[in-house]
Structures are given as C-alpha cells and as structure tokens.
C-alpha cells in the first residue's frame, strides 16, 4: 500500500518532505495521476495540495506560490496587467478542470519539456525558491532544469515560490503555443519573449522556446542575433537563422522535427517583427 | 418545413436525455453484478508469426486467478455438453479466432492470446503483467502495396479479401479504353486516406454470466450479431444465448464488430470462472486493439470532352482491411458504390479491392467506405473545374444527377433527388468568399480560401440486402396500458428510441410519453436488422409506423364492432380486457416484416441495378484560413445542407449533421492514427487528436427535405451522409488558399509545411 501523508501548515511540508524524500510529491496531481496507469506505485505521496499558494504583487515584482493554480493565474488582474503571458499561457493548460487543480510548481517540478508555463517564465527571467529543513535558497529559472525531466530541485527541498521581476519599461512580451489542436492539447512547439526596445534596438533579448529540445530552453544564439538590432523584418530572419543554433527538435507521434525547427524560427521571427510595430 | 400536425417533425426532448445530462444512466461498467469477476486480454505484440505459449512467473501467487488459453477450452463440444462450438468470431467468414490457441497464428498487434479474470480488476492487471506470451515474429504485411504483391500470403492465395467490379455503358476493358481515349482531357489522380478512430467515450465493456441460458449484456450496436456469433462459438441453439444492449456511450460503427469478440470472451472466463465476468477496455487498450476506418487507396481518373462534360470515369479503389475478413467486403461495397459520385457519365468502371494487412482489422465506421471515395470523386471534380476554368459549384450544377438520370450501377433515379434543392441552398448563403489575405490575433499573416462538396449517400442496406435481412418490428399494447415499441435497433446516442416514439405515437394518435421503447435484448425484440447503415428510421422507422397502423385498424375495427368509443388506449383496454386476439403475454401485438419498395432490382454477380432503396444528398461549403508561421488550418465556416427526406425530430437531425461534420473535418485536418510496424503507437487520447469544440467554427446547418415515398413520412438516412463529404471540401478550400493539391487526410500543419517547402 502506499503511505499517504498531508502536512497541517506550510513547515510541516518541509518537515515531511525532508523525512520522506521517497515519496512523490502531489500538488494538483494531474500528471500524478496520469502516471498511475503506467507508472510503478509510489512508496508515498506528500500530498501538499492548497499549500505554499497565492499571488502578490508589489514594486519590485510578482510571487507566485508554487501551490498557485493555473486557474488563478489565468484570472489574475494584477499579473494580466503587468506580465499578461503569463494568464495567456495558464489559458492553455490543458482543461478547465487541469487548469484548476494543476499548479505552477507542479510544472516547474514535474519539468516536462512540453511543460506549458515553462517558456514564458524563461522569458520573464523567473527566479525559483527552495526550501528544505536546511534553509530556503534561489535559482535562477534558467539554470532550473539540468536535462530531460531535470531539475536542480534537492530530494528533501520543495518548490516553495516563483518570482518575476517587473518588465523595464518599452519590454515587448510574446507568447505562442502550436498545439495538436485548438484547445486541451500537448505543444508542439511553443515560445515565449521579453524585448526590450531601447531608442529602437532591442537592448536585452530572452527568448524561451519548449518542446524542442530535452529540457524548456532559453534561445540563447537567437538572443544574440537580436540583441542591439533594431527589430525589422531583416533582423527577425536572422533571429530565425539562429535559432537552429539553439535547438534540437526530433520527431515524434506529434510532429517532425522539420516542422518544429521552421516554426520555432516563424515564431521568434514573428515576436521581433510584432515588436517593431509596437514602436510604430 | 409545414408545422407539423401530430409529434413527427417536433424537435421533442430526447427520451434518454435527462438520464445521460444528469449522470442517473447506468452504463455496463455502473451496473450492480453480485460476485463478478473482472476479466482482462493477454495480447500479442508482434504483427505476424505464432504464438507459442503462455509463460506464467511463478513468482506470482496465482490462487485467485483464472487464466484461459484456447487450447484449455473443448472445441466442438457444445454448450450442451458443457464446451463450446467453434474458435471464431462468426461475421461473414470464420478466418478471426476469438482466441489464438498456442502453436496458432498471429495476424496483429493486440490480438487475443489469452485471457484472465480475478475478482478485482487490480488483480487481474497484476496477473497479466505476470503473463509473458511466447512469439516467433515472421515478415509482416504492413502496406497496401506490400499486400497486392503478396510475397507473404495471409488470405486467400492473393491477399484478397473481396473484388467489385462495376461497369456502365462498356462491355469489357478495350471498349472502356476506347471511351477514356475520346476524352478531350483526362484529369487523374491518387488519394490516400488514413484509418480514424471512432473515440466513442464510453470504451467497449460487455459483461457475461450464466442464469439458465448464457447472458451477455453490454456496449453495442448490433445485439443479434452478438448473439448469431455466441451461437457459433459456444455451439448452441438461438434460445441458450440472450444477448442484451446496456445503455452505449457512443459508437460510430466501432460498436458493430468488436463486441462479438468482446462477448465471446467474457463467456469463455464465465464459464472458466463460474460466476459472472466483465470486461471493460482501458483507453489505450481500446484504441490499440479495435476497429477504425479503413486507410484506403483510391486512384481516380476522369475524362472530359471538350466541353468539360463526363465521358468516363475509371476508378480503382484498394482497402487496407487488416488482418481478417470481418466486415471489409460490405464496406468495399458501399465504398465502390459511391466511387463514381452523383455525376452524369456515361461510362464508368470501378474496380474495388479490400486486401489483408497485419493492421488490427479495420472495420464499420460512420460512412462505411464512402468517405473514402467521396474524398477521391470531390477533389477529381474539383480539379476538373479547376482545368477547365469554371467555378466549382457552378460545374457541380452543371454535371450532378438528376431524375431521369442513372448511377454507376445503371439506377435510374426517379424520386427523392435532393440535387437542386441542396445546390439552391449552399447558393442561396453562399455569400462571397472570404479576402484572400489577412493577419490573425497573433500577428501572423493569413491566406484564405474556399471549398465545396457535392455527394450522395445511399440508404439503408446495398443491393439487395434488405430483403435479405427482412428486419421486423412490433408494436405491442400491453395488459398495464402502455404502448411498446420492440426493435433491436440500439440507441447509442443518436435518438433512435425518441423517434420510434414519435413515429408510432403519431400512428396511434397517442402522445409520445404513451410509448415505451424497451432496452434491446434477444430474448425480447424481434431481429430489425443491424443499427447501421442510415437505415434505422428509414428501414426500422417505417417497420415501426406499418406495425402501429396495422395495430391501430385492428383495435379500431374490434371497437367498432363491438361498440366501443375512445381513443387507442381505450379502445386497447377494452379488447384485452375482452381477452381478443392477445399474444401469449396477454398483450395485443402487432409485428412487420420489412418489404422492398415495389421495381426494385439488384444483380449482385453484376453489380447492376438499384443499389439502394433511395440516396440522401448534400452539398458542404468550407472556408479556410492558413497561419503562414504554423501552417496550422483555421476552419471558418462550414455550411452543410443535407437532404434528409423528413427530419422525424429537426434537433435530433441537426445534431446528427453536425457530428458528423465535426468528425468529417477532425478526419480532415487532426485525426491521424499512426501504425509502426503494425501497432498504434499514439494509443491514448492525448495523442489520438479528435476535434474539441475550439476546432470548429458555429456550424451553419441547413435541413432539406425530399421526401422517399417508402420512408415513414417520407425520412431517409441520416446518420452517415454528413461524414462524407466535408473532408473534401476542406481540401478543396486548401488548394484554393495555397494552390497546392492536397491529395490525403489527413492534411496536417506539417503536410502544408512540406507540401510548401517542395512547391517553393
């Protein structure tokens, strides 16, 4: 049988988890539950559901708790207002019902590559929080995933927080998921950006583009391809050309990798030329 | 539309309706069973070559489990003598084993090896993850192409499960030739389209047990060839099997094969276990082992005078049928049927082949067959408009049947053309196209299009199949004062017990909530026939109103005699209670036999003559918008006009319509099963893309009404014409949009993606 275990507050969380790092982690459960019918039985489950959640937003930035739902970022003014990728990507999580009961540290821990709230946060500099019994630490989110599945998440920590800085002002943010259909789907490609524009260059690039390579990534050689030009039609090719440099799509029972390799390109093409426009 | 004068033509709730919105119907797997045991499918996992036994760990402590292999079983017995008949799953051959036995062949991925039961399904699983089958792979069949060169035989001595050929106006191949040379131009071309999944949601489920006679109840559509395989199988007569349809979730054609092997093996592990079994697939497991639609190969050539006018059409249609026969040759039939479409030429020949894969057979999927011909005429005739410069609904007017015309197989068309009615009303909204160009919310620039669809479906059975089945109905008035309609004609959603209702409530003069249409099991409604085929309330439909007419003179006549005054159900009362002309269970029954319209004639060694009793028509309009960075298909509108010849309920038509239409565009533009060496390698609903809601844009649904003398009211089929044609008008609409041919289903973003790569 598995052993089943809620904690009473938040410390109690982190008390369990560090004395029971065997035991899975559940906190909306929706890909725990998927993984039941093709996974070994866990030998626990922590189950932290409704913990570690809510939004606050102040000068500096947003935190989001890792128990936060999908469902309340979507319907969150304040983030709409400030980082709206954000409630846009939440929009496409899966269902309604995954929406309401997945969380965004579900997906930050659970580090699929397709992970739908992935690439924005990469795009918004995100910062992740740990703790465990031996202190709280942060990670930068671009050093977060180490590979398939991941993540520099310890054995005794949990995901307690995400943080995101305020956009400097004149920041383009962009965000596209390319599903296997309209609605309730898994990505086929997906990007996310932030573009600064400063006197009509782009002063700093982030690009973050998921399910095309093993782990959510940040565009690294495309970045450079836009950084200090000014966003044209010209420059959105080059940021295309280079992202082949960056990524490393396959094929799959979803798509080719030709496919995702053209529209990933398309897509960070398309986020520097709406950028221009948002100068006009 | 006339308003209606009695409860046929209203769009009345559905019977079923409240029970299946509020979660109170109860499915195969929420029905109560004492003491059942849960069964489970030990499969194989290779594409061709033979099982050599079953390895059972033992490791695993096998005291509740029962595990059942054929050889364990005793064949040729009989269920009198307490075995069983025959090792097959009875359809139209007996080359499908209910069970590979060890030493026996395997033709598929997922097929049947062995079978357990335990009293929990947890158990069962484990048990079955505790079974290893032994396999010896030997060279498979895994392409059309490598079936017809039949280097490795599975069927027959050829691959060939079945062959048509039809010819109309020529004698033999040089007289067709003769004819394709005059034409001024030829437009020719292949179309390949893939096997669908029919996602029904309630998965297959069947339970079994033993109660005097052996029981069967579960999810399907077609309850007597359940119960014609169980007598086969089990080697008994037609009262030792009881064969009963529980409330079905869906089916499409995916409930019409399956369920006999389904059946078959919950009564092998009842009777291993001595107590009640059921079975109930998992998703991937649903998807992994039962029928789709044939992946089909249509080659499709059309020769035009100078005028653009037929001279001859000359088509070769080859289905992948899998692995056994099972329904494949009626499927070609309807398939080769339509080949020819609902165009005026004067010489056609079609020639159909279904041939044997190492796929999982392919079976009944809404359209039967003529989906995948519809695909191949409508963008033939597309392109010939498209050659010849003429706007593609305007040669469809121009070149589609009318009365006094004849089809491929020489029918003459006499009544019930919906031809200018369904050209009139997708011109009539039409409209003009949309712009060519434009940005979507994204910021991605967008090319546009528009496509059309003109197509017949036939209803009822092919040929001569009606009267083969001679399906009946009854119409009962019983001693507690109801009304009751028996036919085995299931409802799986599609409303066929509300329209039953209607039509014999309108017959009788009664309001619908005064009829009963009881849940189908053998051993209480006569054979109707198969729930298929648009046939219900056409076929079944008017077997209905004949028995509730023929009913309603018989009381009113003893009334009238013996001075009785009131409506029906009086008039009903009074003569049982005079105890006049009751049945056996004291209840005043009437019972048809199903009667071909008068100037029916078939040939089935020619295939020659009416192929249907009638054909419903209909016209599809699509328009479509292509992302530029996605390549993905945006449909915008999608107009569907279909001919229905009366809708007893206009909800439950539309509902009908645009079902069907969405399956049509998912076929079209999502849904794509993908084999690797015979095995569905994308088996689960997150990978197996069916359209949500988000994919279809507010269906514009027209009803038109040309009514066939024979039908109740003058209805025809409805069930499967909406899926034929879409499909083609959204290829259609995509040639328009990007003027490159697109030449399959499905056309996903990644087709568009390197169909453009190539043309640039």
């Not at chain 1, 398939?148 to 920590?157: F, I, M, P, Q, V």
């Not at chain 2, 089990?234 to 079905?248: K, R, S």
Request: negative net charge.
């Amino acid at each position: 049988m598995t052993a089943y275990l809620r904690p009473t507050d938040d410390a109690h969380a982190i008390a369990l988890r560090a004395a029971h790092a065997d035991y899975l982690v559940l906190a909306g459960g929706t890909d725990l539950l998927v993984a039941a019918h093709h996974k070994p039985v866990p030998v626990g489950i922590l189950d932290i559901a409704g913990r570690f959640a809510g939004i606050t937003v102040d000068a500096a930035g947003a935190r989001i708790g890792a128990g936060t739902s999908w469902r309340a970022i979507a319907t969150s003014a304040e983030l709409a207002a400030t980082w709206p990728i954000l409630p846009a990507a939440a929009r496409e999580v899966g269902a309604l019902q995954i929406q309401t009961r997945g969380t965004i540290g579900g997906n930050l821990a659970t580090s699929s590559p397709v992970g739908d709230g992935l690439p924005v946060l990469l795009a918004l500099d995100a910062t992740i929080h740990l703790a465990s019994v031996r202190g709280a630490r942060t990670v930068p989110y671009h050093q977060f995933c180490t590979g398939y599945r991941t993540t520099a998440l310890g054995a005794d920590e949990l995901i307690t927080a995400v943080t995101v800085p305020r956009p400097a002002p004149g920041t383009y943010l962009g965000w596209r998921k390319v599903g296997t259909r309209a609605a309730q789907s898994i990505s086929k490609v997906m990007a996310a950006c932030a573009l600064e524009i400063v006197d009509g260059r782009i002063a700093t690039a982030r690009f973050g583009v998921g399910a095309v390579a093993a782990r959510p990534i940040r565009a690294a050689a495309a970045e450079a391809a836009a950084t200090g030009q000014p966003p044209t039609a010209a420059v959105a090719a080059a940021v295309a050309a280079a992202l082949r440099h960056d990524i490393t799509p396959i094929d799959d029972v979803r798509s080719t990798a030709a496919y995702r390799l053209e529209v990933a390109g398309n897509l960070l093409a398309r986020f520097v030329t709406n950028a221009g426009r948002t100068q006009g | 539309m006339s308003a209606p004068s009695g409860p046929v033509g209203r769009s009345l709730p559905r019977v079923d309706g409240v029970a299946k919105v509020t979660g109170a119907a109860r499915y195969l797997d929420d029905l109560p069973l004492a003491g059942v045991h849960h069964g489970v499918t030990v499969r194989s996992t290779i594409a061709h070559g033979t099982f050599d036994g079953l390895d059972l760990d033992p490791a695993f402590d096998w005291s509740q489990v029962v595990v059942v292999t054929a050889d364990r079983l005793a064949w040729g017995a009989g269920l009198a003598a307490g075995g069983f008949g025959e090792n097959y799953v009875a359809m139209i051959d007996r080359d499908q084993p209910a069970l590979v036995p060890p030493g026996g062949r395997i033709k598929h991925v997922a097929e049947p090896l062995a079978l357990i039961a335990a009293p929990t399904k947890a158990l069962a699983l484990a048990a079955r993850a505790a079974c290893t089958p032994r396999q010896t792979a030997r060279p498979a069949v895994l392409t059309i192409d490598d079936a017809l060169r039949a280097d490795v035989v599975l069927y027959g001595d050829d691959n060939v499960f079945k062959q048509f050929l039809i010819r109309k106006g020529h004698a033999d191949d040089d007289e067709f030739d003769l004819a394709m040379v005059a034409a001024a131009q030829i437009i020719e071309g292949t179309y390949h389209t893939g096997a669908q999944e029919q996602m029904y949601i309630e998965p297959q489920a069947m339970a079994a047990w033993k109660d005097g006679a052996v029981h069967v109840a579960g999810s399907m559509q077609c309850p007597y060839y359940v119960h014609k395989a169980l007598k086969v199988l089990l080697g008994c007569g037609a009262d030792d099997v009881v064969v009963a349809q529980t409330v079905t979730g869906g089916g499409f054609g995916g409930k019409e094969e399956y369920p006999s092997m389904l059946a078959a093996h919950c009564v092998m592990l009842t009777s291993a276990v001595g107590a009640p079994v059921k079975m109930v697939y998992e998703r991937d497991e649903d998807i992994a082992a039962t029928t789709k639609r044939h992946p089909a190969r249509v080659r499709h050539r059309l020769g035009l005078d100078a005028d653009g006018a037929i001279v001859a059409i000359d088509v070769d249609v080859v289905f992948d049928g899998g692995a056994y026969l099972t329904l494949s040759p009626v499927v070609l039939s309807r398939g080769v049927l339509h080949a020819a479409g609902p165009y005026r030429a004067p010489v056609v020949r079609v020639r159909g082949r279904a041939v044997a894969t190492n796929h999982p057979p392919h079976g009944a999927f809404r359209g039967f067959g003529a989906p995948q011909t519809t695909f191949a005429y409508e963008r033939q005739i597309d392109k010939a408009a498209r050659a010849l410069g003429v706007a593609p609904w305007a040669y469809r007017t121009r070149h589609a049947l009318r009365p006094g015309d004849t089809t491929a197989t020489g029918q003459r068309l006499e009544h019930s053309v919906g031809t200018d009615d369904i050209l009139a009303a997708i011109a009539k909204v039409a409209g003009p196209p949309p712009a060519r160009t434009g940005e979507n919310a994204h910021g991605a620039p967008v090319v546009r299009g528009r496509g059309y669809a003109f197509y017949f479906h036939g209803a009822g059975f092919t040929g001569s199949g009606e009267q083969r089945l001679a399906g009946k109905a009854s119409v009962v008035a019983r001693p507690d004062g109801t009304v009751a309609v028996l036919a085995s004609s299931t409802d799986m959603g599609q409303g066929a017990i509300t329209i039953f209702a209607q039509i014999a409530a309108d017959a009788l003069g009664l309001p619908p909530s005064a009829i009963v249409v009881p849940d189908p099991a053998t051993d209480v409604v006569p054979d109707s026939g198969p729930t298929v085929a648009s046939r219900t309330a056409m076929v079944v439909g008017g077997l209905v109103e004949r028995a509730a007419t023929a009913l309603k003179a018989r009381v009113e006549a003893w009334a009238a005699g013996a001075g009785v005054a009131g409506d029906f159900t009086a008039r009903a009362a009074a003569m049982i209670a005079a105890g006049a002309g009751l049945d056996a269970h004291g209840a005043l029954a009437e019972t048809v036999q199903y009667e071909p319209p008068p100037g029916i004639h078939w040939d089935d060694a020619t295939y020659t003559g009416q192929a249907y009793p009638c054909f419903g028509w209909a016209g599809c309009l699509v328009d479509v918008e292509v992302d530029r960075d996605t390549h993905q298909v945006a449909i915008t509108r999608c107009v569907h006009a279909v001919d229905v010849g009366k809708a007893i309920n206009p909800v439950i038509v539309a509902g009908q319509i645009e079902g069907g239409t969405v399956q049509a565009l998912g076929w079209a533009v999502l849904e794509s099963v993908r084999y690797k060496d015979g095995k569905v390698t994308n088996a689960s609903m997150t990978n197996c893309i069916v359209p949500t809601f988000g994919d279809v844009p507010d269906l514009e649904t027209i009803i038109v009404e040309c009514p066939y003398p024979f039908g109740p009211h003058g209805a025809k089929g409805v069930g499967e014409i909406p899926m034929d044609g879409p499909a083609a008008a959204v290829a259609n609409a995509l040639e328009d949009a990007l003027g490159v041919a697109f030449d399959h289903v499905p056309i996903l973003p990644e087709d568009i993606a390197r169909a453009l790569a190539g043309a640039s």
